[in-house]
């Protein structure tokens, strides 16, 4: 099964395939989209398609954000991303790795 990781930036998502030995298949990267949450999520979905689709096989996805503060709170953003994948996905940020 092939992997995939997501790299959720505020100025970028790049998403690279991996195979089972961690050798590079595929690698697409976007501009994120400026202050849109649901564009935001639909591009990380539509470059996970795009893998998906380019190699004939579904993966596991992992997305790696920053974390967003709003006030006290983390906004949920990557498991949220997680409510619209199509394929099984884990989710963190980079203030919990």
Do not use: F, N, Q
């Not at 595929?26 to 649901?38: C, F, G, M, V």
């Not at 639909?42 to 579904?58: H, K, P, T, W, Y």
């Amino acid at each position: 099964m092939i992997r995939i990781g997501v790299d959720l930036g505020g100025t970028k998502i790049e998403a690279i395939a991996l195979d089972e030995a961690g050798r590079e298949l595929a690698r697409r990267r976007i501009a994120s989209p400026s202050h849109d949450y649901a564009r935001t999520i639909d591009a990380v979905r539509g470059l996970v398609d795009a893998l998906e689709g380019e190699l004939g096989s579904r993966g596991r996805v992992g997305i790696g954000t920053p974390a967003a503060r709003s006030g006290s709170r983390t906004t949920p953003t990557a498991s949220r991303s997680r409510k619209r994948a199509t394929a099984p996905a884990k989710a963190g940020d980079s203030c919990s790795a």
